[in-house]
């Protein structure tokens, strides 16, 4: 599976949580979507990020990302924090899908 593939790779910035959440279906008949390449939305906290700007958190993700970036991903919003960062964040409520 795609999501635990993803996971695996960002072990590799030691992180201490992280959430994906697949967003493809949600963009379904969208180019990459027909392509193959998944939507996801993914929150990521490692110390790695610690004194990093957004731009160089996001080529840390993308880097652990590899290849996967090239096919597999076609879109992936990132939100990377450092620990103490996400804990003065309260997550926000979780979005309802209608039927």
């Known amino acids: 599976m795609l999501a635990d593939t993803i996971r695996a790779r960002l072990a590799a910035l030691d992180p201490v949580r992280v959430e994906l959440v697949d967003e493809s279906a949600l963009h379904a ?8 390449g998944g939507h996801f939305r ?6 790695r990020f610690r004194n ?3 731009l160089a ?4 993700v ?3 990302l590899g290849p996967l970036m ?8 990132i939100d990377a924090l450092a ?3 996400a804990a003065a964040v309260t997550p ?8």
């Open 42 to 47: 993914l929150t990521i906290v490692s110390p």
């Open 29 to 36: 008949g969208h180019a990459g979507a027909r392509g193959g």
């Open 57 to 60: 958190r996001h080529r840390l």
């Open 62 to 64: 993308y880097a652990a």
């Open 83 to 85: 620990p103490d960062e």
């Open 92 to 99: 926000p409520p979780s979005r309802k899908e209608s039927a």
């Open 52 to 54: 990093e700007s957004t």
């Open 70 to 77: 090239r096919r597999e991903i076609h879109a992936l919003a």
